[in-house]
């Protein structure tokens, strides 16, 4: 049964970037058809998916996160991670990564001085 564990600091300065790691267990990321997204909820908001990268290693990100936003893989580790630049307080939310029902238990990060 695949488990989901995200990792990362909880907080970032205004303009540094932004990285969260998520550690996969009971399978492989390169499992076929298996999507690895990542998704965060802003306070009193509701859930935004930020982007996924599949078992083909091929990434999709949100068009309104593209310039920012990147999603790697590393298969020795069976990790993927998500970096984020130029963060900003409208940033600040509970990051979850998922791969379809199964989630992680989120963490919080803060952008904040």
């Known amino acids: 049964q695949v488990q989901l564990q995200e990792s990362g600091p909880g907080l970032v300065k205004p303009s540094q970037t932004l990285s969260l790691t998520c550690t996969v267990s009971?399978?492989?990321?390169?499992?076929?058809?298996?999507?690895w997204t990542w998704i965060r909820q802003p306070p009193g908001k509701g859930l935004e998916w930020i982007g996924h990268?599949?078992?083909?290693?091929?990434?999709h990100i949100n068009p309104s996160l593209r310039s920012r936003a990147s999603i790697s893989r590393d298969t020795a580790k069976n990790q993927f991670t998500l970096q984020l630049s130029s963060v900003s307080p409208e940033d600040t939310a509970v990051y979850y990564c998922t791969m379809g029902s199964v989630w992680g238990q989120g963490t919080q990060v803060t952008v904040s001085s």
């Open positions: 990268i599949p078992y083909t290693g091929v990434t």
């Open positions: 009971g399978g492989p990321i390169t499992t076929n058809y298996y999507y």
